[in-house]
């Protein structure tokens, strides 16, 4: 049974750092990635990456303030993310598919999901 799960999640002042992990089971997975929903708002491409790591996708308001990596030999993908700004407040989800194929900015491009961290930016 494929699960994900995340970790890393919390309350930061703007301008700070935060790591977020999830670690994979069950299956392999080519495409994975991170989304995230704001309170009232539907859920956003935050970042992608394949699975031998040559191909990252990220959104262009993440651009430059946060980083996607994978470790395959621990099954996990990390996104580190600094400059935090309020606006960036949201639960994060990873994101995972099966199949390859492009690096995806659709929720409905990726079957798995996880259950989610909350990440809060204060000003």
């Known amino acids: 049974q494929a699960q994900l799960v995340e970790t890393g999640g919390g309350l930061v002042q703007a301008g700070g750092s935060l790591r977020l992990s999830c670690a994979a089971s069950g299956r392999a997975f080519y495409a994975m990635g991170w989304f995230r929903q704001a309170p009232g708002k539907g859920r956003e491409f935050v970042a992608g990456?394949?699975?031998?790591?040559?191909?990252?996708r990220y959104a262009d308001a993440m651009k430059g303030r946060f980083t996607i990596s994978r470790d395959n030999a621990k099954n996990t993908v990390y996104l580190q993310m600094n400059s935090l700004e309020p606006e960036d407040t949201a639960v994060y989800y990873c994101?995972?598919?099966?199949?390859?194929?492009?690096?995806?900015?659709?929720?409905?491009?990726?079957?798995?999901w996880g259950q989610g961290t909350q990440v809060t930016v204060s000003s």
């Open positions: 994101a995972a598919r099966s199949s390859p194929g492009i690096i995806g900015t659709t929720p409905q491009q990726y079957e798995y």
């Open positions: 990456i394949s699975s031998n790591t040559a191909i990252r």
